[in-house]
């Protein structure tokens, strides 16, 4: 009923930029939470950053300061602005909402993206 669409993701020098996106889509009466997780090899999957409601924000403390985390209510879309990477931010990324949909206005619905991939160079 709902789809994620991530861009953004590729390879880039220790110390670059990447900004990705994530486009909601589908059948959405509201969406009350968006974010970015991110598993690397071997690892379990971890919260990157969190926007809830538009406003509330959080972040996982290797990246603050450095991860930006940002929405467009409008578009349904979030965006991370990842500065200063790291070979350690190497990872898949994954978006994920927490969607209320149309045909069940009384229940909050967990969705994901199918990832993308960053990989930071040293």
């Known amino acids: 009923q709902v789809q994620l669409v991530e861009s953004g993701g590729g390879l880039v020098q220790a110390g670059g930029s990447l900004r990705l996106s994530c486009a909601a889509s589908g059948s959405i009466f509201s969406i009350n939470a968006m974010g970015w997780y991110r598993q690397a090899p071997g690892k379990q999957r971890e919260l990157v950053a969190r926007i809830i409601e538009g406003s509330n924000t959080n972040y996982e403390d290797s990246v603050k300061g450095r991860f930006t985390i940002s929405r467009d209510n409008a578009k349904n879309t979030v965006f991370l602005q990842m500065n200063s990477l790291k070979p350690e931010d190497t990872a898949v990324y994954y978006c994920?909402?927490?969607?209320?949909?149309?045909?069940?206005?009384?229940?909050?619905?967990?969705?994901w993206g199918q990832g993308t991939q960053v990989t930071v160079s040293s």
């Open positions: 994920n909402a927490v969607v209320v949909v149309t045909t069940a206005p009384n229940t909050m619905f967990n969705y």
